[in-house]
């Protein structure tokens, strides 16, 4: 069975970055596809960004997605934060199993909050 462990949110200023990780473990796996998505307070989960790195226009040119395959990790590096990225953020990620079965999991989330 498939685990994902989030990593990397906390309590930023404004203008600072923050690095989040999410980390699959367990065996016999292949990920596929992964993303960052975002939901604040009263608001609707949405897409942050991609494996094929479209992103959502808030987050252009200030947040980037990449992929460890050795460590079955993806990141999202984010930087020049905003009040308004203020969210709990979550991956999600796609992937196979090697006898055949497909899964799609999310993070637990990690707290995000940018603020002076």
């Known amino acids: 069975q498939v685990q994902l462990v989030e990593s990397g949110g906390g309590l930023v200023q404004p203008g600072g970055s923050l690095r989040l990780s999410c980390a699959a473990s367990g065996s016999s796996f292949r990920l596929n596809d992964m993303g960052w998505y975002r939901q604040a307070p009263g608001k609707q989960r949405e897409l942050v960004a991609t494996r094929t790195k479209n992103y959502a226009d808030s987050v252009k040119g200030r947040f980037t997605i990449s992929r460890d395959d050795a460590k079955n990790t993806v990141y999202l590096q984010m930087n020049s934060l905003k009040p308004e990225d203020t969210a709990v953020y979550y991956c999600?990620?796609?992937?196979?199993?090697?006898?055949?079965?497909?899964?799609?999991?999310w993070g637990q989330g990690t707290l995000v909050t940018v603020s002076s």
């Open positions: 999600k990620v796609y992937g196979t199993y090697n006898d055949g079965r497909y899964f799609e999991l």
